[in-house]
């Protein structure tokens, strides 16, 4: 049996999460590597239930009420699919993660680092992956992107404005030189194949 990784992708809107997650799938599938690929919020019928809920926009959630829908939403899904995907030797990859809440609730809305990460351990045991990918992309290059694929409104949180964007993007920034074992900064310029060609690069020391 292979050993399960949990990988995960982070990095602002439109830096090319997706994408990249996508042809890294592939990648795995040639290698028969066992694998599922998975996003936040979502990824078990009860999370993408509160997806719904926290991304829709008749409701203005408070930046409280937000941070505990996203832990119970992460909660839910590490129980029911990271877990025991892991279990089973698969490798999980995973479209956003905590890392997300801690750039997006804790950085750049009302509460703190610590405070995101209490409800982690609260909700999921504080499970953390393996590796982190984050995509950094220039602002303008992301935006650009994004008008692309769907005229670039953004969901209820995507719609924000561009200095709060700017926040998750530093908070990103901060946790990869913090954790420098568990994050790996790609960037994210250039061509799909560019980035992928980085991505698996970053992940050799890993990869079966
Ligand atoms: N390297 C690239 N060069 C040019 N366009 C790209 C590249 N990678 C992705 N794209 C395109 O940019 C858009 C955004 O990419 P993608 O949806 O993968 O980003 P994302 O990080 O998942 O965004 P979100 O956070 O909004 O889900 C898509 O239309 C995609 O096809
Ligand atoms: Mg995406």
């Known amino acids: 049996m292979t050993t399960g990784r949990f990988i995960t992708f982070e990095g602002g809107e439109g830096a090319g999460k997706s994408t990249q997650i996508a042809m890294l799938a592939d990648a795995l599938s040639l290698r028969g590597v066992p694998h599922v ?4 919020p979502g990824g078990t019928p009860g999370a993408e239930a509160l997806r719904n809920l926290l991304l829709n926009d008749a409701f203005d959630w408070s930046a409280r009420t937000e941070a505990l829908l996203f832990a119970a939403a992460r909660a839910d899904h590490v129980a029911n699919l990271i877990r025991p995907a892991l279990a089973d030797g698969q490798w999980v990859l995973c479209d956003r993660f905590v ?3 801690r750039a997006y609730q804790g950085g750049a809305g009302a509460l703190g680092d610590e405070q995101v990460m209490t409800l982690h351990r609260i ?6 992956p393996d590796r982190t990918l984050l995509l950094e992309l220039d602002a303008d290059e992301a935006a650009r992107r994004a008008i692309v ?7 209820r949180i995507g719609a924000r404005d561009a200095a709060y964007h700017a926040r998750v993007g530093q908070r990103f920034r901060q946790m990869a030189d913090a954790e420098p074992d568990r994050f790996v900064s790609v960037d994210a310029g250039g061509s799909a194949d560019e980035v992928h060609a980085r991505i698996i690069a970053a992940l050799e020391p890993v990869l079966p």
């Open 37 to 40: 690929v998975t996003r936040e």
């Open 99 to 101: 890392d997300s809440s």
């Open 149 to 155: 694929r769907d005229g670039g409104g953004g969901d």
């Open 123 to 128: 909700g999921s045991e504080g499970l953390l």
